[in-house]
């Protein structure tokens, strides 16, 4: 499964964002799929997940502010990013996992002015 995902950019602080993660093939097989992202000297960390059931998981920094949802019929799922605060650049990396196989895509970039 390749990913391919877009929608970074500049924004500034309290501005909003949304990106998308297309995914190669049908994404119905796919257990998880989701959103990560990393600063340069930093560990990836945890954006959102969502389940093939439909649970959705947030990482702290970003609950209530940001919201995953999907497009199985596109192969896609999104993220929405709003009130973005300057901490949240970094590059956003989406994620998928089918059975024992773990993919990511290439990243985006996004940057938040203060």
């Known amino acids: 499964v390749q990913l391919q995902a877009s929608g970074g950019g500049l924004v500034q602080a309290g501005g909003s964002l949304r990106l998308s993660c297309i995914a190669s093939?049908?994404?119905?097989?796919?257990?998880?799929r989701g959103w990560y992202r990393q600063v340069p000297g930093k560990q990836r960390e945890l954006v959102a997940t969502i389940a093939s059931g439909g649970n959705i998981s947030y990482g702290d920094s970003v609950k209530g502010r940001f919201t995953i949802s999907r497009d199985v019929a596109a192969n896609t799922w999104y993220l929405q990013m709003n009130s973005l605060e300057p901490e949240d650049t970094a590059v956003y990396y989406c994620?998928?996992?089918?059975?024992?196989?773990?993919?990511w895509g290439q990243g985006t970039l996004v940057t938040v002015s203060s």
């Open positions: 994620h998928a996992v089918r059975g024992p196989y773990v993919y």
């Open positions: 093939r049908n994404i119905f097989s796919l257990n998880v």
